[in-house]
DNA sequence: ACCGCGATGCCCT
DNA sequence: GGGCATCGCGGTA
């Protein structure tokens, strides 16, 4: 399979959010490949999105990739210990990101266990199973993502999203999760996931 | 099952 | 110095 193209990233962040789910998420490692599922996703509209690290023009060293060309990573750091993995849309000059929240082990899943907990699939508790990418932070420990894949061209072959099954999904639309602070964006239903789907952050 | 809390480092004021 | 786009633990039931 062969990655997205720029133009599928230069649209605003509702719109790539919802398309980006059901796609397969691919990151290779020294020639092993992990691949996941997207099945929730979350869109920050930019500068008028009080959510946004870009909110208001707001342009410093750590949100610069949000203003450069789509499909680019823009990975950060929550809470000290966990990234966040955001794909940036809109042309240049736009600063606005899908974040992704959750995914479905596809591929790779023994790698994706040892990253997660250190040992085997087979070997999993089936809590462990249900919590290997079902969350953000989670979700970037299993494919290794970090602050060094910030500014990350998502059109080439290391990391990169692919094209899923193209089959109709149940998508919900919901608040967004962790952002109390927004004032009146806290309550803009710009998340989005499968419907009943077990890898779902938050139901 | 749900709830509360602490971890931990970087960013920006 | 304050506050995170989070997670996993240990408590109670």
Sequence with gaps: MKALG???????????AQELLGKILVHEINGQKISVKIVEAEAYMGTF?????SFGG????RVEVMYGRPGFAYVFLV???????NIVTREEGIPQAVLIRAAEPVGGLDLIAQNRFKKSYH???KSQVKNLTNGPGKLC???LIDKSLNGEDLCSNKLYVEEGDNEK????????????????????LWRFYIDN??????K
Excluded: Q, W
């Design 6 to 16: 720029r133009e599928f990233y230069n649209r605003d962040s509702v719109i790539v």
């Design 49 to 53: 999105d009080r959510a946004a690290h």
């Design 58 to 61: 707001r342009r410093t060293p």
């Design 79 to 85: 809470y000290g210990m966990y990234h966040c993995f």
């Design 123 to 125: 070997l999993l508790r």
């Design 141 to 143: 420990r299993a494919l």
């Design 169 to 188: 999904l149940p998508i919900v639309a919901s608040k967004r999760i962790g952002i109390d602070y927004a004032g009146e964006a806290k309550d803009y």
């Design 197 to 202: 789907h077990e890898y779902v952050s938050v």
